[in-house]
């Protein structure tokens, strides 16, 4: 499976961004997908995630009620709509994809799968 994130930037506080994973190699309808981040100095840490036909999503307390993980398996991109940003969401955002799990996971062990990762840069 080969992901491919895009759409990070800089934005200001409050600001808009959605990011998008497209997925190729493997079917995409069977893969789990997952959105993780990395801020300097910290370990990188789970955001959100999606099961394989969308009927579960899953997102860390620190972004519940401002983003929102959706998928298109007709396109084969994942996507990931951020809102309302803060200064503490700077990361590089990175997708991945799991195709073992029967659950949704939030653990990276759990995703074999991952892209190149995508700057997301929040000012004050």
């Known amino acids: 499976v080969q992901l491919q994130a895009s759409g990070g930037g800089l934005v200001q506080a409050g600001s808009s961004l959605r990011l998008s994973c497209a997925a190729s190699g493997r079917t995409f309808s069977r893969l789990h997908m997952g959105w993780f981040r990395q801020a300097p100095g910290k370990e990188r840490e789970f955001v959100s995630g999606i099961a394989w036909n969308g009927g579960n999503t899953s997102y860390s307390d620190f972004v519940k009620g401002r983003f929102t993980i959706s998928r298109y398996n007709v396109e084969n991109t994942a996507y990931l709509q951020m809102n309302r940003l803060k200064p503490e969401d700077t990361a590089v955002y990175y997708c991945?994809?799991?195709?073992?799990?029967?659950?949704?996971?939030?653990?990276?062990?759990?995703?074999?799968?991952w892209g190149q990762g995508t700057q997301v840069t929040v000012s004050s």
């Open positions: 991945a994809a799991d195709d073992k799990s029967w659950f949704l996971g939030r653990d990276s062990y759990a995703y074999d799968y």
